[in-house]
């Protein structure tokens, strides 16, 4: 056994210091509390449910306390959530946000070389002494679990024990980090060049990283940053590294192995790598888990994953895997730590590195394989301009106050805690909630740019539209976003028409100004086979879409509602919320949404359309403004390339599918269906070539249960049940009304 790690008596917490900052110290985490969300008029709020326990933080001495419990959701459409919900919707009034510093300043006044060769002494957990890698390697294979999983394997398979945990050796050497301060100070001085020739800035909020150093001390801490490039896990460790806090061990991808020499450097600069699939490989499995739950028992590091697995080719939110999260909470369960911390962390990148090669993936050319050769290749973007990055670290959530009053850990001491148990439905509903949590507090700190605005007005008006009516309509969005409850970052001191200007020349590659008019940068689209002219037509729109689509984070709920009243053509609440709720479960896949509040979400929707005088509501009706048919009608534009892909892939599977397929027969089939409805001219559906829009059409469908899925020795087929998918695309047709939800109260 490796020698258990002895805490040192705890020192204070030490103040948060920058290179070249005064030194002044920080706000502690914080518990979630429940946002009050005001009812709309008529509509009966969800029933409150008990508050949890206290939460303390501290700001300037004062203690705070923090409502752990939000309301009960009302019962609707799917499966209701036991115990005490965590769901907990925004402020739907202006709210304080944190400042932001930009930290390449100081690096463009000050040697990269000092500043990578710096003093280097992070404050780690409760004043732990350092763990060396091949120490927790040696505990994990030592430990209880992975022997009993030896043994078990060993007489299962008729295999001496010795062979099974020289396999499992190889598993950690395969896995396992081995941070070293040399690679660290590596890659602090090669990022420094790289990131001062990419971006402008790279503002962070100094309040969320003095709550975070705070935690570090407290209790083990799980960073989850959001996930939209590459550069995501490298940026967050250099500014750990910047502020001299604790680096973290990050999980990344068994792919990154295969670079010559980069994958080496990551493994020393704190990466873990795991395969994608264990493939029901047991050894596996235990060894990761366990070597995951070590590292963050020990309080070594903080521990780093993206929970929503990959990069998200859309700037959507992707919905949440839940295997990582479920290792790192269970030894809370199982009573090894106190409590853990979780950290949100919102990623915001004004132009993304990986914006064309998104576009090309998303039209079903393949995706490059990670190399050294590719990454030699791609140095030409350094002498591109990629604007800036605003990195929002969130307050640190207590999982002890979130399982307050919900989870019974009793259980766990039923069992020796070495014997793999499989977690109790209520446990994997609790991980879920929290996964879904996690992810809408990402998405409510992301930092919108002023061209995330021009994105969302320009492709409602394509082919062209004229500079002036593109301003004012920015304008008129900006005011609409913050009423929303937007994060905007509006360029100090320009006017609307030089921020304007500012993000057509940072994206010049998607849109430029000719002759008074903004047009999308498909150059070439007049020449070539029709085919081509589709294809860069639609490259052109799938990156302008990339952008507008951070913005639909914001409107999802409220452009939902003004989609149902379109659809209805009703003004009863009753039809408009049936009509909601029906869109909700078909988009359950393209937005997030917190499951089991359907109606809590159709509130919100209504709450912030009442806001902004887009509509009234009675006891027994929606209808809306004279003024708001004008809001209406442009939140129902923004989601209209999803309600009419939807319908083309419907469409598709109703009429062209009559046998059993598979997700790799299934995407190039539609992709070609929609294809030669745009090179007819029946459709301008560009989006709907998206191999993402395509699969999470598909996935919406077997959720319904209009499509059968089934795992087979090679993957999993579907067969369409033709008769389901019709009525639903009836539904989105507006031919027959949608089902009312069976329980829905209103």
Known sequence: MAPPIAPSPRPPPRPLQRAGQPSRGGPGPWVPREAAVAAVAGVRPPRRGRAGERGAGRRGGARRTMAAAAAAAAAAPGRARRGAPMYSQKELTSKKRDEFEDILEERRLSSDLRYAMKCYTPVIYKGLSPCKPNAIKSAVLQ????????????????????IIQEEAME???EMGHSMQLGAVRFF??????IFKRLFQRVCVNEEGMQRLQHAIQEHPVVLLPSHRSYVDFLMLSYLLYT????????????????????????RRAGAFFMRRSFGGNRLYWAVFAEYVKTMLRSGYAPIEFFLEGTRSRTAKTLTPKFGLLSIVMEPFFKREVFDTYLVPISISYERILEESLYAYELLGVPKPKESTSGLLKARRILSDNFGTIHIYVGQPVSLRTLASGRINRCPYNLVPRHLPQKPSEDIQEFVSDVAYKMELLQIENMVLSPWVLVAAVLLQNLPAMDFELLIEKTLWLKGLTQTFGGFIEWPDNLCAKKAVMSGLTLHSNIAHLVDGHVVLNDKGVEDGAVGEIVFKRALAILMCATYRN??????????????????????????????FSFLRDVFSDEFIFFPGVSLKDFEEGCFLLTKCDAIQATQQEIYPTDKGSVIVS??????????????????????????AFTEKQFIPGVRNFVFQLLEKGNTQCYEALSSDMQKNALAALVQLGAVKKKKMSNGFTYNVNEEAVNKILDMFDARIPVQKPVAARL
């Open 143 to 162: 430990s209880e679990q992975v022997q009993y999983v030896i043994k078990q394997l060993a007489k299962e398979m008729g295999e001496s024990p010795d």
């Open 171 to 173: 598993i950690l050497d």
């Open 188 to 193: 602090a001085f090669t990022l420094s060049k």
């Open 243 to 266: 502020y001299d806090l604790a680096l973290p061990v990050i999980a990344a991808g068994i792919d990154f192995l295969g670079m010559k020499i980069v994958g080496e450097l990551l």
């Open 550 to 579: 951070q913005l639909l984070n914001v409107f999802v709920r409220p452009s939902l509602v003004a989609v149902a009243l379109q659809m209805t053509r009703s003004f009863r609440k009753e039809e408009v919320y049936s009509c």
């Open 634 to 659: 442009f939140l129902s534009a923004m989601f209209r390339p999803f309600v009419e892909g939807y319908q083309l892939i419907f469409r598709y599977l109703s009429k062209e599918t009559k046998e």
